[in-house]
């Protein structure tokens, strides 16, 4: 099990080298795609695998960590819905809470329930501030968490919603558009939150693009999440994972 996730990220950071996640829905992933995109993320040199999904409907998630673990070293990482998808065949989880929300099951309710598992368990926990921001469209995160996203012309409110949870001692900013989200997040709002923290901003939710995945790393984004336009498309992925790295190799030329 790899242990210190957190310190890479943290040391990315402060090179200005950028990560690349594919998140892998165990529900939507069949396992014949699965070989494909593992394939592909190990050929693209991706980061991470992020292992989630708001809705698992089938008990696929012990099946699919095992079978990526037998096939290639990329962490997982667990991305859970709720506080049953656990597992400690991954590496590591966000340990989420639900900061744009007023749902206080998601800030600190489902956090209590899983805490003696966690306590035990040999999974690095990464406490992580989780804000949904408005992607144009209902997302299923939207209306299982049962709270607002962030309208996504309010910069400030972002903003001030990240640096609380960093002053609450959250290890990194998660602002997520939602999965399938038909607007991504705006850069103006990346630029303006990772200006104002200095703690890992991972950015997700509707990217479909290498020319969103960059522009986004060149806005301040350390990791970049992508999931529907994956499973859509297994080929995308080398472009993606190209894109968001090359500001690594821009970094290492300077
Ligand atoms: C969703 O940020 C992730 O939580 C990825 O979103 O599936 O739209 O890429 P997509």
Redo the contacts with the bound molecule.
């Keep these: 099990m790899n242990t210190n996730l957190y310190s890479q990220l943290q040391e990315a950071k402060s090179k200005g080298q950028k990560k690349f996640a594919v998140?892998i829905d165990p529900d939507q992933m069949r396992l014949g795609k699965l070989d494909t995109v593992l394939q592909n993320a190990m050929d693209a040199n991706v980061d991470y695998f992020?292992i989630g999904g708001s809705l698992i409907v089938n008990d696929m998630l012990d099946k699919v960590l095992v079978g990526i673990r037998e096939r290639c070293d990329i962490p997982q990482i667990l991305?859970p819905g709720n506080s049953f998808q656990l597992s400690n065949k991954a590496d590591a989880l966000l340990f989420l809470s639900l900061i744009s929300g007023r749902n206080p099951e998601l800030l600190i309710g489902k956090h209590v329930i899983t805490a003696p598992f966690l306590k035990k368990s040999p999974l690095e926990i990464m406490s992580t501030g989780y804000m949904l921001i408005d992607g144009g469209v209902a997302t299923t995160?939207t209306y299982m968490s049962n709270t607002n996203p962030i309208p996504r012309d309010k910069n400030d409110i972002a903003v001030c919603t990240a640096m609380a949870g960093e002053l609450l001692g959250l290890k990194m900013i998660y602002m997520?558009?939602?999965?399938?989200?038909a607007k991504p997040i705006p850069e103006s709002m990346i630029t303006a939150v990772s200006s104002n923290i200095d703690i890992p901003l991972i950015i997700?939710?509707?990217?479909k693009t290498p020319e969103k995945a960059l522009v986004n790393v060149q806005s301040g984004a350390d990791m970049i999440?992508?999931?529907?336009?994956?499973?859509t498309d297994p080929s995308l992925v080398a472009e993606l994972s190209h894109a968001v790295h090359s500001m690594n190799k821009k970094e290492a030329l300077i």
């Design positions: 998140l992020l991305f995160v997520d558009a939602g999965s399938g989200a997700g939710g509707g990217i999440v992508v999931g529907n336009a994956i499973e």
